[in-house]
C-alpha cells in the first residue's frame, strides 16, 4: 500500500528553523519525484520545492530560506526551512509523481508566531 507520512511539523517563533521529513513505503521512489506543497488557511495549495529530473524548483517566497533534498536509501525527502516568517504558516504536504502516479502526505502544520 502506497504511504507517505510526514513528520516535523510543529510551532515556532519568527526566524526559527524547522525540517519537515516524508518517509515514503510502497511506492517506486525517486529522488526525482520529490516535492513539497503548502496550504494556508483561504488560501489554493502551492508549491514549495520540487526535484525532477528537468531540476530544482524553489518557490520564489521562499527561496533562500527553504531547501528540499532526497535520501533514495532510506526512501525520505527533507525540507528544511529557515528563517521562518509568519507567512509561511500553512499545511506542509509532501508529494512524490514517478511519471505515471501520484501521491500525496497527509500533511503536517506549520505554525510561525511569536
Known amino acids: 500500500q502506497a504511504q507517505l507520512v510526514e513528520s516535523g511539523g510543529g510551532s515556532v517563533e519568527p526566524g526559527g528553523s524547522l525540517t519537515l521529513s516524508c518517509t515514503a513505503s510502497?511506492?517506486?521512489?525517486?529522488?526525482?519525484?520529490v516535492a513539497w506543497y503548502r496550504q494556508a488557511p483561504g488560501k489554493e495549495r502551492e508549491l514549495v520545492a520540487s526535484k525532477r529530473y528537468s531540476g530544482t524548483t524553489i518557490a520564489a517566497s521562499v527561496k533562500g530560506r527553504f531547501s528540499i533534498s532526497a535520501d533514495g536509501f532510506k526512501y525520505t525527502t527533507y525540507l528544511q526551512m529557515n528563517n521562518l516568517k509568519p507567512e509561511d504558516t500553512a499545511v506542509y504536504y509532501c508529494n512524490h509523481y514517478d511519471g505515471a502516479n501520484e501521491y500525496w502526505g497527509q500533511g503536517t502544520q506549520v505554525t510561525v508566531s511569536s
Open positions: 510502497g511506492i517506486m521512489f525517486s529522488i526525482y519525484g
